[in-house]
């Protein structure tokens, strides 16, 4: 393993509002966003703020899922974190815009553990395409 683990950041715009409030689909969303990048669940918890937005962790054996969204923005913001190696956290950021709806995505990579953090990858894609 040449990192401790990779952190993508992604910021998703022009979210399926409705989803966004719906604690039951963010939390289905970021729990089947995990289990297809292969990482293994240990733990869930969800938060519904009144009137509008969600937050929560997924616990993985490799690190962690979150998010928090603003329906009132059609934004969220989702970060995801796996050590090692084996799991690529782009699976699951790719998964989770997808699930939202997203029509537009800015993501940011980093190499965790080395020392000085630096950006590894930084996209912004849209239904137009990807810029890198």
């Not at 990579?109 to 080395?114: D, P, S, T, V, W």
Request: glycine share 8%; charged share 25%; net charge negative.
């Amino acid at each position: 393993m040449d990192t401790m683990g990779r952190h993508v950041v992604a910021e998703l715009w022009d979210c399926d509002p409705e989803l966004l409030n719906n604690i039951e689909q963010v939390e289905k969303i970021m729990v089947n966003a995990a289990i297809e990048s292969g990482a293994e669940v240990r733990e869930v918890v969800f938060h519904k703020f009144s009137p509008l937005g969600v937050s929560g962790v997924v616990v993985i054996s490799e690190s962690h899922l979150t998010i928090h969204s603003f329906p009132e923005h059609k934004y969220a913001s989702v970060d995801v974190y796996t050590c090692g190696d084996r799991i690529d956290p782009k699976v699951a950021a790719e998964y989770i815009s997808r699930g939202l709806r997203a029509k537009r995505q800015e993501t940011v990579q980093f190499a965790r553990g080395l020392g000085k953090l630096k950006v590894d990858e930084l996209s912004m894609e849209s239904a137009g395409g990807t810029v890198r």
